[in-house]
C-alpha cells in the first residue's frame, strides 16, 4: 500500500482515536489492567480488538455463543456509553445488560426515573467495528441521543 493511500486512512484512526468517547473508552480498558501489562501499549493497539473487518465477521457462525472475551468488550464498550453520558451530563447514567447464553439480549442506560436509552442486542458473538472511525460513531450516537433524552425530560432524569 503507498504512503498516499495509507495516510487518509491513518489520519482517519487518529481523528477517531481523539474524539472524547474513545478517550473514555481506553482510560477504562486501562483502569482495567492491574498488572501493568498494557502500560505503554498505544492507545490502537489496546482497541484492536474491538475492530473486526467484513471478512472476519463473515468468517465468524451466524449462530454462536460469545465468549468471556467478547462479552468482556461488550461491558467495557457499554460502560464507557454510561460514563460518557455522564461526564457530559452531570448525571449517573447506569448501565443494565441482561442477555441470554446464545448473545442476544438489551442494554439500558437509567438516570434518575428515565430510560435514556435502550439497545437491543444480537449477535453479540460477532462484536465489533469495521474501523476505530465507526467505533467512535457508535459510541458517540449512543451518548448523543441519551444526551437528547436527558435534555428531553430534564426533571424526570434529575429525579
Known sequence: MSDAAASPAVAEDEAALATPFVKCLVRLIRAQDSYGSWEGKPD???????????????????IGDPDPDVLWRLDMFYTAVGLAIEERSG???????????EGFGRVLFTSGRLVVLSKTLR????????????????????VDDALAAIEAYPDLARA
Do not use: C, N, W
Request: aromatic content about 8%; charged content about 25%; overall charge positive.
Open 44 to 62: 490502537a493497539e489496546l482497541l484492536a480488538d474491538f475492530i473486526i473487518t467484513r471478512q472476519q465477521r463473515r468468517a465468524i457462525p451466524i
Open 91 to 101: 448525571l449517573m447514567a447506569s448501565p443494565m445488560m441482561e442477555m441470554s447464553h
Open 123 to 142: 449477535d453479540v458473538h460477532r462484536f465489533g467495528f469495521e474501523t476505530y472511525r465507526k467505533l467512535a460513531e457508535a459510541g458517540t450516537k449512543l
